[in-house]
């Protein structure tokens, strides 16, 4: 069973950074893709960034290109988003999603595991 624990959220003021990590275990993971989403309250859940674990291939949303980056650690089993120039709407709460494949996809739904999620605020 794939299993996902997130560590890393947190508050900080505008401009700063956060470095989100994603620990994963329970499959073989040379074959996912992993991702990160977020979620505001009342706002639907939205792709954040993704990485194919075997070539680290990687994608972003357009609203995080530039100052986020998602990589991969092979010998820790985990995944990391470095969030720089975090700016108030990036405040949500960020989960880490896998999925068996190459494509990094945007849809949610195409991604059977999730973490519990990890809490990021900004301040103004």
């Known amino acids: 069973q794939v299993e996902l624990v997130e560590a890393g959220g947190g508050l900080v003021q505008a401009g700063g950074s956060l470095r989100l990590s994603c620990a994963a275990s329970?499959?073989?993971?040379?074959?996912?893709?992993l991702a990160w989403f977020r979620q505001a309250p009342g706002m639907e859940r939205e792709f954040v960034a993704g990485?194919?674990?075997?070539?680290?291939?990687?994608s972003y949303a357009d609203s995080v290109k530039g100052r986020f980056t998602i990589s991969r650690d092979n010998a820790k089993n985990t995944v990391y988003l470095q969030m720089n120039s975090l700016k108030p709407e990036d405040t949500a709460v960020y989960f880490c999603a896998a999925k068996r494949g190459v494509i990094v996809t945007t849809t949610s739904r195409e991604y059977a595991y999730w973490g519990q999620g990890t809490q990021v605020t900004v301040s103004p």
């Open positions: 329970g499959g073989t993971f040379r074959i996912y893709s």
């Open positions: 990485i194919y674990w075997y070539d680290g291939s990687t």
